[in-house]
């Protein structure tokens, strides 16, 4: 049981240059969410998908999409890097139903734009 | 020793004793609190969570309080290890919160000296 799995775990890109990270859980869970977190700084939520085929944006959503493939596979693209994007993103998944769930983590992608 | 929550982002503590890391909530509806753990390069792990019902719970080792009146959370780490040493963040989630949506505090650090 992996839990939440991130691909690729660091990239650098040029400016302009577009990219799509990679996230899959094996927990079957229902929701997934993208995270951004900058030096010093919490995490601050870009994109969630509540359930499969649906998509929503959160507190930090321009410049990124997102794709909800599957139930196990939540994707966040960067069409043109720019150096503001330069963060450490993070994936998560939870369980949510009539009891609240907590949110499990991967261990994140490092991205640096040049 | 004791943190004063957010705005004092560094603790540091003595091996074997107890730590106490707080955090001030901004959300009078938030009904769900959670800890995570963050480790240098490793995503937020789950620490334990305590819903709006409850004051107080406990897990191994550690101890959520919840004060509503003041809107204040506080995570109690008895018999503090080296292995605690990480970065802890308190999330909350407002009631009926589109996609069960968390928002995170900035983090304290935990430096346990041995």
């Known amino acids: 049981n992996a839990g939440v799995t991130q691909t690729p775990k660091f990239q650098v890109l040029k400016t302009g240059q577009s990219m799509t990270l990679q996230c899959a859980q094996d927990?079957?869970?229902?929701?997934m969410y993208w995270y951004r977190q900058d030096p010093g700084m919490g995490l601050r939520l870009i994109y969630y998908?509540?359930?499969?085929?649906?998509?929503d944006k959160g507190e930090v959503p321009n410049g990124y999409n997102v794709s909800r493939l599957n139930k196990r596979e939540f994707s966040l693209r960067l069409e043109s890097a720019a150096p503001s994007q330069t963060s450490v993103y993070f994936c998560?998944?939870?369980?949510?139903?009539?009891?609240?769930?907590?949110?499990?983590f991967g261990d994140g992608t490092r991205l640096s734009i040049l | 020793g004791e943190s004063v929550g957010l705005h004092l982002p560094t603790l540091s503590v003595q091996e074997g004793d107890n730590s106490i890391i707080n955090c001030a909530y901004s959300?009078?509806?938030?009904?769900?609190f959670i800890w995570y753990k963050q480790e240098s390069g490793k995503g937020p792990q789950f620490i334990i969570d305590?819903?709006?019902?409850?004051d107080k719970r406990q897990g191994q080792r550690v101890t959520v309080l919840l004060n509503k009146t003041v809107k204040h959370l506080s995570l109690q780490i008895a018999a503090t290890q080296p292995g605690d040493s990480a970065v802890y963040f308190c999330a909350e989630k407002p009631f009926l919160s589109a996609g069960n949506m968390l928002t995170f505090g900035g983090g304290t650090r935990l430096m346990v000296k041995p």
């Open positions: 927990m079957n869970h229902n929701s």
């Open positions: 998908s509540a359930s499969e085929g649906t998509t």
């Open positions: 959300n009078s509806a938030s009904d769900y």
């Open positions: 998560a998944s939870s369980l949510q139903g009539l009891r609240n769930q907590p949110q499990h």
């Open positions: 305590i819903r709006s019902n409850m």
